[in-house]
């Protein structure tokens, strides 16, 4: 079984930094962060929580795909970056949107986190014969945990929402999703101090003994090493089990981290970087919206097409990866 993206919707916030504002944080400028990214700018949420853009984006989507919102069947959150601890962000925003009889939950698979949310999506129509529709919401408000003095990682990330509104299909449809957590703490970032009150000596080594508290720490080398492995990885473990080979793939939209990591992948894959969707330098590395942003984006400005086969490739923090083949 598939799925049919029946309405895509995305939201970016208004500010946008671009790569000249950051020489006032670090030492950069606009060569040195195009020539090793190929970003230019990005956006960054103000006063706009996480919540909100992940409401705004799937707003749009139900719009788009015309359907009352009552009759979603459930509402899957995918964030690294929620406002709370709880509750989710996936009931905020079920609340929001009207969709009064779906379940809801969050799904944090960082980066990968649209790849695993859609295909959790997709398991749910499945195994649920009375559940219509699924709203897969993207919401990332990085800038939040970023370290503006660490310019090898705070020029890359950037914030927004992007959401899908599915349903079941028999159109073409594989996934794969894996994840090597031997890698976790290569990109991490803390989430609440031990209590003083109540903390005792600690018997036990810090995985992640390079981890500032509560910033986004990077090892750009090891997570790059990783990365252009894991893109081609994706495509190919999830085309094997349906027989489909990457010269009849219209359209690869892959994870928005860095070009030359997308570069790699084409390479190794054989495909030609026409056929992949960049985004990223107008975005930057959005997380787990990035895929749906790029894709949503495509969409509306008709470069993707209905009837086309898209794969639908992402790496991220855990380390996770995975790849979807599908017909849009």
């Given amino acids: 079984m598939g799925i049919n993206i029946l309405g895509m919707g995305s939201y970016v916030p208004e500010q946008t930094l671009t790569n000249d504002d950051f020489t006032r944080f670090v030492e950069t400028n606009d060569e040195w962060i195009r020539t090793r990214t190929g970003i230019t700018e990005r956006r960054m949420a103000g006063w706009e929580p996480t919540w909100y853009m992940g409401t705004q984006a799937a707003r749009k989507a139900i719009e788009a795909a015309k359907i009352n919102a009552e009759d979603i069947g459930l509402v899957i959150s995918c964030t690294a970056t929620a406002d709370f601890h ?13 969709a009064v009889n779906a379940g809801a939950f969050d799904l944090n698979a960082s980066c990968t986190g649209f790849v695993y949310a859609l295909d959790t999506a997709r398991r749910f129509l499945e195994t649920d014969s009375s559940m219509k529709y699924v709203l897969v919401v993207a919401n990332e408000a990085l800038s939040r945990f970023l370290d503006f003095t660490d310019r090898s ?6 914030d927004g929402a992007a959401a899908a509104v599915v349903e ?3 159109k073409l449809y ?5 994840s090597d957590g031997s890698g976790a703490g290569y990109l991490c970032a803390r989430t609440l101090d031990v209590a003083p009150e109540v903390a005792v000596e600690k018997d036990f080594d810090d995985p992640f003994p390079k981890m500032p508290q509560h910033k986004l720490y990077q090892n750009g080398k090891e997570v790059y090493k990783f990365a252009t492995n894991a893109l081609p990885k994706s495509f190919t473990l999830a085309a094997e089990k349906i027989g489909v080979t990457s010269g009849e793939i219209d359209w690869f939209v892959p994870h928005q981290a860095n070009v ?14 026409d056929k992949f969707i960049i985004t990223l330098d107008h975005y930057g590395n959005t997380s787990s919206v990035s895929i ?10 008709g470069i993707i097409k209905k009837g086309q086969k898209l794969a639908l490739i992402g790496f991220g923090a855990g380390l996770t990866y995975g790849g979807i083949i599908l017909e849009y």
């Fill in 86 to 98: 709880t509750p989710s962000m996936s009931s905020v925003i079920q609340n929001n949107v009207g």
């Fill in 153 to 158: 990682s705070c020029i890359l990330f950037g």
């Fill in 168 to 170: 079941r299909s028999d």
């Fill in 174 to 178: 594989s996934s794969a999703l894996g």
């Fill in 260 to 273: 030359r990591i997308i570069e790699t992948a084409a390479k190794k894959l054989g495909v030609p970087m």
């Fill in 292 to 301: 749906p942003l790029a894709l949503c984006e495509s969409i509306e400005k």
